[in-house]
């Protein structure tokens, strides 16, 4: 140690040395859910971050034993950052009180974290950029039951073709856990499809006895058809 070390020391200033920089999705220093809504924040993986006004992360309760995913932000959740805030999202809001439940009962995502241009349907690279985050959602979350609604949603969490005609009054399951997953129509298109809102009814009293036998221990029976 120089004489000027020995110095420094004695009047208590320390030597410089160069620190690590801490990184801002360091689990020590947030939460997992804060960690991967910066993470959905800053996401430049796709070209849908040149035209976004901010993503769309997701909204409700954490610990819920529903989660309704959805296809894409649109206008109006483009503009407020919340999935479901438009004429869609007023009558998915009613849907769920249909069904017992207030909108902060439910977890509630989309495939996409940013709204495609003119509200398009998403592209294949975008929606295998973004859906790590709603896989990370779905994870963090722990739901008893998914509600996919639309085709999009429900073609990627089942990997599937095949219509969503064909796809609801069923139990399918989705991912290694099996979490028990049901298909209704999106809110978008019983807006311009009204005459089919009987048979979303139908899906959501489907949902809402799916919910309440496993209330009392019973497992749903999954459908175990190739789609």
């Known amino acids: 140690m120089t004489d000027f070390q020995q110095y420094y020391k004695a009047i208590g200033i320390l030597p410089w040395q160069q620190r690590q ?3 801002p ?3 020590t220093a947030l939460s997992d859910w804060d960690t991967l809504k910066q993470r959905v924040e800053a996401c430049t993986a796709c070209t849908l971050h040149q035209t976004r006004t901010q993503t769309v992360f997701g909204v409700g309760n954490r610990q819920a034993k529903l989660m ?3 296809e894409a932000p649109g206008f109006h959740e483009d503009q407020q950052g919340e999935p479901f805030v438009g004429r869609a999202g007023q009558l998915l809001t009613a849907m769920i009180r249909a069904i017992g439940f207030d909108r902060s009962d439910v977890y509630i995502a989309n495939i996409l974290k ?3 241009p003119e509200n398009r349907d998403p592209k294949q690279e975008e929606v295998a950029c973004c859906t790590p985050f709603l896989n990370q959602q779905i994870a963090l979350v722990k739901p008893q ?3 996919a609604v639309g085709r999009i949603a429900s073609h990627y969490l089942l990997n599937t073709k095949s219509s969503l005609e064909s796809l609801r009054n069923k139990m399918h399951s989705y991912g290694a856990d099996e979490i028990p997953l049901i298909v209704t129509f999106h809110p978008a298109y019983l807006l311009r499809n009204p005459a089919d809102k009987k048979k979303a009814f139908l899906d959501l009293q489907f949902t809402q006895r799916t919910l309440r036998a496993f209330t009392h221990g019973s497992l749903p029976r999954i459908n175990t058809q190739a789609l």
């Open 145 to 147: 039951l998914l509600l």
């Open 68 to 70: 309704i995913i959805g």
């Open 114 to 116: 940013c709204r495609p």
């Open 21 to 23: 920089k801490p990184s």
């Open 25 to 27: 999705f360091t689990p």
